[in-house]
Structures are given as structure tokens and as C-alpha cells.
């Protein structure tokens, strides 16, 4: 939810002044999914991919970007930047 940047100090607050009912009730209107009610996704599994001669690979980084909601990942093989960008959207499914 959008809105949940804009409310989360005053959250912390509440919270920390033992105003856990209007905490919740401020999370439960400002973080709750607007679209989803907040169903979580449930992995299947684990997926391994292996490609051949990428044994031996150099500076292996990811990132993970919130505010764009991507994943990137990078690696090197001999002088080969090797690169892959997700991007992942909870409305629509994807």
C-alpha cells in the first residue's frame, strides 16, 4: 500500500505509547493491500539453473530494488558481464 510510508512513524508512536488498538487500526487501514487484502505467495520450491562453463564465476552481486519492485543479479565468466532483471507486481500477478 502506498500510503504506508506516510503513516509509519505515527505508528511507531502509538505503538511505543502502548496505543496498540489505534496502531492496528491505522495499519490495518494505511498497510493492508488495497487491491489483495495482503494474500502472501507460497513458494512451490527451489530452482536451480546451471549453465555449462559458469562454474567459475567472478563478483557475483544482486539487488534488491523496493521502490520498483526488481531483483537484479550479475555475475562475470572469463570477461563476460553476465546480468538479469526481474520485476514482480502483487495486483497483477506477475
Known amino acids: 500500500n ?3 510510508r506516510d503513516v509509519l512513524q505515527e505508528v511507531r508512536k502509538l505503538i511505543f505509547d502502548n496505543k496498540f488498538s489505534k496502531a ?4 490495518d487501514q494505511k498497510f493492508i493491500s488495497k487491491t489483495s487484502h495482503g494474500m502472501p505467495y507460497q ?9 555449462p ?3 567459475n564465476y567472478s563478483g557475483y ?3 534488491l530494488d ?9 555475475y562475470k565468466v572469463n ?3 553476465y546480468q538479469t532483471r ?3 507486481s502483487f495486483p497483477h500477478q506477475v
Open 53 to 55: 562453463g559458469h562454474e
Open 24 to 27: 492496528q487500526a491505522l495499519i
Open 86 to 88: 526481474v520485476f514482480s
Open 43 to 51: 513458494t512451490v520450491g527451489n530452482l536451480r539453473v546451471f549453465f
Open 2 to 4: 502506498p500510503d504506508a
Open 61 to 63: 552481486y544482486r539487488e
Open 66 to 74: 523496493l521502490e520498483n519492485a526488481t531483483a537484479l543479479s550479475r
Open 79 to 81: 570477461d563476460v558481464t
